[in-house]
């Protein structure tokens, strides 16, 4: 069981920056892709960005350029730093671990942490 708690979410101003952070239980870096989902009211659960276990990095075309995921393997913490935000970043930002093994995909995810984008 993997448990998943971030933090770093809040309110900013357009053009504003933050940096979101999930704490990993333990050292999982090197078997699971973690990624950062999004939600934003009335609106499917988004991929934004993950990183795979041999670092290589994928992001939602909305994002690239503005945003950074990266991972901490001494810390257990993988980071998304978001920088030139808008409006339509707000939403709840989800920390995911996913793997499969032998078929099965294995999937977890964070609480949840509230990005709100506004003047």
């Known amino acids: 069981q993997v448990q998943l708690v971030e933090s770093g979410g809040g309110l900013v101003q357009p053009g504003g920056s933050l940096r979101l952070s999930c704490l990993a239980s333990?050292?999982?870096?090197?078997?699971?892709?973690m990624g950062w989902f999004r939600q934003a009211p009335g609106k499917q659960r988004e991929l934004v960005a993950n990183i795979n276990s041999a670092g290589y990095t994928n992001y939602a075309d909305s994002v690239k350029g503005r945003f950074t995921i990266s991972t901490d393997n001494a810390k257990n913490t993988v980071y998304l730093q978001m920088n030139s935000l808008n409006p339509e970043d707000t939403a709840v930002y989800y920390c995911n671990a996913n793997r499969k093994r032998n078929g099965i995909t294995y999937a977890y995810w964070g609480q949840g942490t509230q990005v709100t984008v506004s003047s």
């Open positions: 333990g050292s999982i870096f090197s078997l699971y892709t």
